[in-house]
């Protein structure tokens, strides 16, 4: 049903600034909630940041309170994480996520599909 595209990953130093997109299939992208989440090496995938179906409700980890900002266009079916004050313990494989009917839960299993995930590596 949703397909969903990264892009935006890459290299960057610390103190840096990142903009990662996800362009969502289909024509019921307003009726799901959008999340990322990253996973660095050998540990679990963990939240970032969620965003509801509106925008009216966004959530961030409190790793990256203030300097990240998760925003959508619905016109365009995208989904953006403005990364910024990057930090090299940022560096992990982010992930876009859907979660149909959902009111931007920090919870993995909540979501429905998921991206396939871009590297974001944050130098010292």
């Known amino acids: 049903q949703v397909q969903l595209v990264e892009s935006g990953g890459g290299l960057v130093q610390a103190g840096g600034s990142l903009r990662l997109s996800c362009a969502a299939s289909?024509?019921?992208?307003?009726?799901?909630?959008m999340g990322w989440f990253r996973q660095a090496p050998g540990k679990e995938r963990e939240f970032v940041a969620a965003i509801s179906w509106s925008g009216g409700s966004t959530t961030y980890a409190d790793s990256v309170k203030g300097r990240f900002t998760i925003s959508r266009d619905n016109a365009k079916n995208t989904v953006y994480l403005q990364m910024n004050s990057l930090k090299p313990e940022d560096t992990a494989v982010y992930y876009c996520?859907?979660?149909?009917?959902?009111?931007?839960?920090?919870?993995?299993?909540?979501?429905?599909?998921w991206g396939q995930g871009t590297q974001v590596t944050v130098s010292s």
């Open positions: 289909g024509r019921t992208f307003r009726m799901y909630a």
């Open positions: 996520a859907a979660d149909f009917g959902g009111t931007a839960t920090m919870t993995l299993g909540e979501y429905d599909y």
